[in-house]
């Protein structure tokens, strides 16, 4: 279980970005965090992955502290950030150094068959589009089997259909191992695809404003009326935390379910 | 980027390397039109009578100068003496010049500590040595490679520097991500991406190094290209100098192309404009 406790952050320059952020997300559970921009998303995110230190408070995967990159925590970038000069298959294993040779190619080869990429193992990742590059991107932190796997709002740059198929490619991959997922995102239809709840934050400084469970089953039924009817509730809470006036109150968490007065 | 997922078939990515070949020649050969043209109308322009040649020799007798240099054995020589100084200078230089930017650009402290004062002597015309040099190691060898290393070491201390300062945060992020060592990060993530500026220093450093013989040897040898150069001058013998300028100038091209050659094997994943160009 990864728990977030009391986090705060401000950085060196004085923008408090995160205050008093507490949150539990279950092994195997995906939770997606959404809210405008500059609202904390990434810094929280970084504070998980242990790239960065918080002011106060911590994180912890399975009651053990995050000071540090984890070895059971993977990163997803925005950006596909793959090594130029590593061939697609050795961006893949970059994280895989302490296995045999064998071991590595055959994690590889798995992976970039699950992803569709079959056969692009030794192409440059100049030679990818954006979609291609962001797929090689997350199996490259999946291949290492992580227990929780961050992902920084990895579709942003690309088109609604790639999105899509993206989206069922990371759900596709998670049915596997079943790692905890937090998935940073602006789009409301991508967390109410994939999330198991939507956490709003709501800006300046960054704090939880909502916490949505999403309870349809899967496979979900983008067109169905109930998705609709989450996704309603999540965008209406993110309008609520972005144009909310109130001096903020600190513990009190606002609830669509019980009709939400924001 | 948007066709991402719908062609699933590998294509083969490397030209043939025959067609690959055919190029380079082609662009070869358009890189000699002009200055064989220029040959051609100036040995014409003599041959009918029009200029006078005492001063600027036509083309046929430069060549015949370096062709009878080269049967004595003595352009040989010459070339030998300038190569090894060169080559030891650059040895030197560029040592010295990659220790200290690696150094400088990898520690801030470092960088406070040496960069001002290096800065102060990259500031001295580099040839205001050559009296202390002189000095210092004597007229011969020593103080010609100590002319050639101190010419050669800036160019490659700034790009090394430059290099190792500028490498995407975002990229070492990675390798920071995936939890490398200090040792592992600089070998995985910070040698590879420093790579093309790395190598971009080496051949700046290594025309600096020509240019600093040429001032070593024009000071006092007694061979070398640079020693033909000034007995071309003293004896009047344009035919000598032009020679020695041409050596020079096949000389120098070689070196880097030999760079080039050397290290295209650790490029082939660059992405930029001019790829297949
Ligand atoms: N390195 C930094 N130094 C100072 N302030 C920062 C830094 N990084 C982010 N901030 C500030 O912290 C706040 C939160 O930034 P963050 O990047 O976490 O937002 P975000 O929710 O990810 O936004 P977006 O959706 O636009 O990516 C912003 O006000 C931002 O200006
Ligand atoms: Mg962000």
Redesign the interface.
């Known amino acids: 279980m990864l728990t977030i406790d009391a986090l705060c952050k401000i950085y060196p320059n004085g923008t408090q970005a995160l205050e008093q952020i507490s949150l539990n997300v279950d092994a195997g559970e995906i939770v997606a965090l959404v809210g405008g921009s500059g609202c904390g998303k990434t810094t929280l995110l970084r504070m998980i ?1 242990g ?1 960065e230190a918080p002011t106060r408070g911590h994180a912890a995967l399975d009651g053990e502290e995050i000071r ?2 984890h ?1 059971a925590v ?2 997803v ?1 925005q ?1 596909a ?1 793959l ?4 061939t697609v298959a050795e961006n893949i294993s ?2 895989l ?1 302490d296995l045999p040779k064998a071991e590595q190619d055959a994690r590889v080869d798995e992976a970039l068959l699950r992803v ?5 193992g ?6 990818l ?4 590059a962001q797929r090689v991107s997350i199996v490259r932190a999946l291949v ?1 089997q992580p227990k929780a796997l961050l992902l920084d709002e990895p579709f942003s ?3 609604a ?2 999105r899509t ?2 989206q069922d490619h990371l759900l596709a991959l998670w049915e596997t191992h079943r790692p905890t997922l937090v998935l940073v995102t602006h789009d409301v239809e991508e967390a109410v695809a994939l999330a198991d709840r939507a956490i709003v934050l709501q800006p300046k400084p960054g704090r939880i404003f909502a916490d949505i469970p999403i309870d349809l089953p899967r496979p979900r039924d983008r067109l169905s009326p109930e998705f609709a009817e989450a996704k309603r509730l999540v965008l209406k809470a993110l309008d609520g935390s972005i144009n909310q006036p109130n001096p903020h109150q600190p513990g009190k968490v606002y609830s669509p379910a019980a009709g939400g007065s924001f | ?5 719908l062609d ?3 294509t083969t ?1 490397a030209q043939p390397q025959a067609a690959r070949f055919a190029v380079f020649g082609t662009s070869f050969v358009i890189g000699l039109v002009l200055p064989v043209t220029a040959a051609l109308l100036y040995e014409g322009a003599f041959r009918l009578g029009l200029v006078q040649a005492r001063l600027l020799p036509p083309p046929s007798r430069i060549f015949t100068t370096l062709w009878t240099l080269a049967k004595t054995g003595e352009l040989t020589t010459h070339v030998l003496a300038t190569t090894v100084r060169v080559g030891m200078g650059f040895g030197l230089g560029a040592l010295v010049g990659m220790f200290l930017g690696a150094l400088t650009g990898a520690s801030r402290n470092a960088r406070r500590l040496l960069d001002p004062t290096l800065q102060g002597l990259r500031a001295i015309p580099s040839l205001a040595w050559v009296p202390l040099f002189i000095l210092w190691l004597g007229i011969f060898e020593s103080s010609k490679i100590a002319l050639i290393a101190v010419g050669v070491f800036f160019p490659v201390y700034l790009g090394v520097m430059a290099a190792i300062a500028n490498v995407d945060r ?2 070492v ?2 390798g ?4 490398l060592s200090r040792l ?1 990060l600089v070998r ?2 910070l040698l ?2 420093i ?1 093309p500026d790395f190598i971009i220093a080496i051949r700046s450093g290594l025309g600096m190094g020509f240019m600093f013989v040429v001032a070593a040897e024009i000071m006092g040898a007694s061979e070398g290209l640079g020693y033909l150069l000034v007995d071309g001058q003293q004896l009047g013998k344009p035919d000598q100098i032009l020679a020695a300028i041409i050596a020079f100038a096949v000389l120098g091209k070689f070196g880097d192309w030999l760079i080039v050659v050397l290290t295209k094997p ?1 490029l ?4 930029t404009h001019q790829r297949g160009a």
């Open positions: 992955s790239l540090a990159p070895p993977g990163m970038f950006e950030r090594l130029p000069w590593l970059f994280g150094d569709g990429l079959a056969g692009y030794k192409r440059w990742p100049r030679e589009s954006g979609g291609q290492t740059a690309l088109d259909l790639t198929k993206l | 980027m948007s066709e991402a997922t699933t078939s590998p990515n975002k990229i992020e990675v920071r991500a995936f939890r592992a995985r993530v590879p991406a790579l650790f082939t994943w660059q992405d």
